[in-house]
């Protein structure tokens, strides 16, 4: 089995809104995931949309101001009123709970509720509450030489790849 390239490796370990935010996926990528959906209305429904795929550049800028402004100030009602707008009138969110021996646990997927509304953004949007919930706002990041938004590095990362540590490295001297 050939290995991908590192730099796409890496970028596989970014949750979707970051790859969206990072111009590492088009609304024809975007239906191609939501394709292998579990949920049989929102696989025809993106297998549908592939003829005419979404233009999502407008929702990408807006969604990575929306991050670059949480990663700064926190999460406010201007981006939550940010997210409900994508996905109040297109998804349903299903939730099941699961009694296990350390406790609950919360299974959430979301379907598609209407396919004539902003879906492939609602579930872009999704997807960012759901890595907020799951991991919090720490670990997203904004680098120091690039300007792209990352969180796979942990912590007390300040670069998004091993490049761009070298170029600050490389300018300081």
């Known amino acids: 089995m050939l290995k991908k390239p590192i730099k796409e490796r890496i970028s596989e370990r970014e949750p979707l809104f970051i790859r969206v935010i990072n111009k590492e996926l088009s609304g024809s990528d975007l239906l191609n995931v939501f394709s292998r959906s579990e949920d049989l209305y929102t696989a025809q429904s993106a297998i549908r949309a592939l003829a005419n795929p979404p233009k999502i ?70 997807n960012l509450c759901l890595y907020i919930k799951a991991f919090g706002l720490q670990d997203l990041k904004i680098c120091k030489t690039c300007g792209k938004v990352f969180s796979n590095k942990g912590k007390w990362a300040v670069y998004c790849s091993d490049s761009c540590k070298a170029a600050a490295k490389k300018n300081k001297i």
């Open 57 to 126: 550049e407008e929702f990408r800028v807006e969604l990575e101001e929306a991050v670059r402004d949480i990663i700064t100030t926190g999460i406010g009602d201007e981006f939550k009123a940010f997210v409900n707008h994508y996905m109040e009138p297109s998804l349903i969110e299903d939730v099941e709970r699961q009694d296990s021996q350390f406790g609950e646990n919360f299974s959430r997927t979301a379907r598609i509720l209407d396919e004539k509304q902003s879906w492939v953004q609602g579930m872009v949007c999704y």
